[in-house]
């Protein structure tokens, strides 16, 4: 906000805008967040039901820290709510008792404590630890069996122990889609074969559970390419 080349900016598509300072537009954005966090606090305390949770942790390219805190609930009418609770940065590293701390926070802040149904995570380990610690706390609702780990992390870890019989294979598939994506002339090379040209290599990673399949799938597609890619090397 004290840029003059942003303020440039703004005023050439609206002269008469008004500019606030960083330090205005923050305090009328965390006002704001308070304001509508106190409304939904008072939204879930007349709740008569309980709260589940999903929460998971991120780091972002610049190595910052992030947990994401869901709550989940069915109203009287028995429709299903799902709505962000929090999202915090970590400013500890990621061991049971610290994200146990983030949770509580978060928990804490809303008045939930007596609330808390079950918590789904992955099988992290550090997830694990957070959840000895908070079984531990005498002072919630939530007992140790209302953990509920991802079947849909249990279920790719078991697709990915199965494909290590493919390690090798799928290493060497992984390597050609870097090299035909390393650069825009080698993806141009790579088009010259294809008759859709909308049609790109896929290169899996692990956070998205589901792309081991997707570049799969278009490898199956693009099997011919991607051997006359090979042979053009």
């Known amino acids: 906000m004290e840029s003059k080349d942003f303020n440039r900016i703004l005023t050439l598509l609206k002269p008469n805008v008004k500019i606030f300072s960083a330090d205005t537009v923050k305090r009328r954005i965390m006002g704001e967040f308070e304001v509508k966090q106190q409304k939904l606090k008072e939204k879930i305390l007349n709740l008569d039901s309980q709260i589940s949770f999903t929460t998971d942790c991120w780091t972002s390219s610049n190595n910052i820290a992030f947990m994401g805190l869901t709550g989940h609930w069915i109203d009287e009418d028995w429709?299903?709510?799902?709505?962000?609770?929090?999202?915090?940065?970590?400013?500890?590293?990621?061991?049971?008792?610290?994200?146990?701390?983030?949770?509580?926070?978060?928990?804490?802040?809303?008045?939930?404590?007596?609330?808390?149904?079950?918590?789904?995570?992955?099988?992290?380990?550090?997830n694990t630890g957070m959840i000895k610690e908070l079984d531990a706390d005498d002072g919630s609702s939530f007992q140790n069996f209302h953990h509920i780990r991802c079947f849909a992390h249990v279920l790719n870890l078991g697709a990915h122990a199965a494909l290590n019989v493919l390690a090798k294979d799928l290493e060497m598939l992984r390597n050609l889609i870097k090299k035909i994506r390393s650069s825009p002339l080698s993806e141009e090379k790579f088009k010259t074969f294809q008759v859709d040209t909308t049609l790109k290599p896929i290169l899996d990673v692990p956070t998205r559970w589901n792309s081991t399949a997707d570049m799969l799938e278009r490898a199956l597609v693009l099997k011919v390419l991607l051997l006359l890619s090979i042979n053009k090397r």
Request: no cysteine; charged share 20%.
């Open 79 to 126: 429709k299903l709510h799902a709505t962000t609770l929090d999202f915090l940065e970590l400013g500890k590293s990621h061991t049971g008792i610290h994200l146990y701390e983030a949770l509580m926070k978060v928990i804490d802040t809303y008045e939930i404590n007596h609330k808390m149904l079950g918590i789904t995570l992955d099988n992290a380990l550090n």
